[in-house]
């Protein structure tokens, strides 16, 4: 059985507070809209401007997404069948026959993984349990016999304890079949006969473990006395002779014709590293594990070629390069966006909202309006910290009339004052000068695509350029690492400060690159960009200029 598939609204790497609540309140008005298998993810960390905002409103973290390479779990069968290790073989067989299953995991008492059970490994060990040139044993029980016989017990003794039984028929006449028997060790011996009172009282009477009488027949009450003090078990089989001889070979454990030579995958196993063990599987199907070796489900080389059980909705950027890891082997569903766009093929027609505005919060805001659907104080308060955030309290170039009339809208649902609202969340954002510069560069950092070439742009605000400024050899360090690691033409770190409303670009890569950059020089590698807020609307349109420029 599978699960459904879980769709999964996702913003970019390293995201900012945007994508984050982008990503919530957009899974919040799908759910509303009845598409309850809508979940918020991320692809990085929370910045402390984020956090701030989620704890504020006591609005959960979204799932954290490392990456969506491909893996197990994404493509296999939930809650399958198995078997219990001591059932009957034929118990096991006919489930099968019945669901038309290629093979089955034996488990233990706890649901662990033992053994697989399927047709070929039945039909190599059916050949030696009944080769006619040796004397054939068969693990067995009483009750396995019970069981697969549908037999009536008529006296019982140790049911439950596995013997290697030696099954005689009586079949000959009585003096040659008591030498037969005679031969035999009694305490393992299943002699199964029809109604020859004869034979029924010479097995009593030489204490065979098990007397199995075919056709319903019954016997007398003193020889059922006299079995249960010799210990002998009495099982009386609704079928023929022929039919419970058969039928008694398929008692044995289904443990014991189990495969154990095929190791289990993990659910979180990546589909790449396990594709070769299915040559290894006569059945081409392996059995999936979790991390205490418990049986979860099943995978097979045809479930492979089936859709996996994610879909995508992408927030906040429409990019490849952007997005997390792996997205490309899943359906997107939708992209609601506010950036450029980039260079994303899909292999379906899809819903592509892209709108010049300051923020996605702007849209997902508007979306709750287009489809009429009421949203919750927290959602409209965490939609209200995206816009300002992205917008720098609505001061920003890319400032739009939407933006300025859904924080209006929003304020008034909420009743958090814009101005005194957008400084509690900035000075939280401001707090970043104290961290390492690598996690500095990391939070907010987005990777472009111009031509032949690539570059990495990364964001913060600070409330003061002073605490920055001091640091600024560990900062153009770090980011000459960055670059080094990537093979980009180049990474920059651009610092707006958001109480002078100015920005200062720090940026290590290529050097004949860098000197053709115009604006004011601080010292090497450092600019000042005065009145530049905007990365997507003012810093990275005219990066992109001169890289075309440089081209010509």
């Known amino acids: 059985m599978s699960h459904k598939k879980t769709v999964y609204i ?23 809209m009845g598409c309850d298998n809508c979940v918020p993810a991320r692809a990085g960390k929370l910045n402390l401007q984020t956090q701030y905002i989620l704890n504020r409103f006591n609005m959960p973290m979204p799932e954290f997404i490392s990456d969506l390479t491909p893996r197990v779990r994404n493509y296999m069968s939930y809650q399958p069948y198995s078997v219990p290790h001591s059932a009957p073989l ?6 099968l026959n019945q669901k038309n299953f290629r093979m089955l995991p034996i488990v233990d008492d706890d649901n662990r993984f033992i053994s697989l059970l399927h047709y070929n490994m039945f039909a190599e060990n059916m050949m030696q349990n009944i080769d006619p040139h040796k004397h054939s044993i068969i693990p067995t029980s009483v009750s396995h016999l019970t069981a697969t016989l549908n037999a009536q017990p008529l006296v019982v003794h140790d049911t439950d304890t596995v013997f290697k039984s030696h099954i ?26 029809g109604d020859r009172e004869d034979v029924h009282i010479h097995a009593v009477e030489r204490k065979v ?3 199995i009488i075919t056709g319903g027949s019954v016997i007398s009450s003193g020889l059922k006395k006299e079995a249960e003090k010799n210990g002998v078990s009495i099982l009386v089989s609704p079928f023929v002779t022929s039919t419970t001889s058969w039928l008694a070979l398929y008692s044995t454990p289904v443990s014991s014709m189990g495969d154990s030579t095929l190791e289990p995958v993990q659910e979180e196993s990546y589909i790449r590293d396990i594709r070769g063990m299915f040559s290894s599987s006569i059945s081409r199907t392996l059995p999936v594990v979790d991390d205490e070796n418990r049986v979860i489900g099943i995978i097979s080389q045809g479930d492979l070629m089936k859709d996996p059980n994610i879909e995508i909705i992408m927030v906040d950027h429409n990019e490849l390069t952007q997005a997390v890891e792996g997205i490309e082997n899943y359906r997107i569903l939708e992209i609601i966006d506010h950036h450029r766009l980039g260079n994303l093929h899909t292999t379906y027609p899809i819903t592509f909202i892209n ?22 104080a927290e959602i409209a308060s965490i939609l209200l910290a995206g816009i300002l955030s992205d917008t720098l309290i609505l001061r920003s170039a890319t400032t739009t009339d939407a933006d300025l009339r859904m924080a209006d809208y929003l304020s008034g649902i909420t009743d958090l004052p814009i101005d005194e609202f957008g400084r509690d969340i900035m000075e939280a954002a401001s707090a970043v000068s104290t961290k390492p510069a ?5 939070m907010d950092m987005k990777t472009y695509t111009e031509g032949d070439h690539s570059f990495s742009v990364s964001q913060v605000e600070v409330s003061s350029l002073r605490d920055i400024m001091d640091r600024k050899d560990e900062i153009l360090e770090e980011l000459e690492r960055i670059n080094d690691s990537s093979s ?15 920005s200062i670009l720090f940026i290590k890569g290529d050097q004949g690159f860098i000197n053709r950059i115009r604006y004011p020089k601080i010292s090497r590698n450092i600019f000042q960009m005065k009145g530049i807020l905007s990365r997507k609307k003012q810093l990275i349109p005219f990066i992109i200029e001169l890289m075309r420029r440089n081209e010509q």
């Open 10 to 32: 996702i913003g970019h790497r390293n995201p900012d507070t945007d994508s984050i609540v982008s990503a919530i309140a957009y899974a919040d008005l799908k759910q509303r």
């Open 90 to 95: 034929w118990n096991a067989l006919e489930v």
């Open 168 to 193: 005689v028929i009586a079949a000959a006449e009585f003096e040659t079949f008591k030498e037969i028997l005679d031969s035999k060790p009694p305490e393992n011996t299943i002699l199964i006969v």
């Open 209 to 211: 473990r098990v007397l």
């Open 355 to 376: 709108r010049p505005v300051g923020s996605t919060s702007t849209i997902i805001a508007s979306m709750y309006e287009e489809h009429k659907k009421p949203m919750s």
């Open 438 to 442: 690598r996690e500095i560069i990391s």
């Open 488 to 502: 980009a033409l180049f990474s920059c770190l651009m610092v707006t400060d958001i109480t002078e409303l100015n």
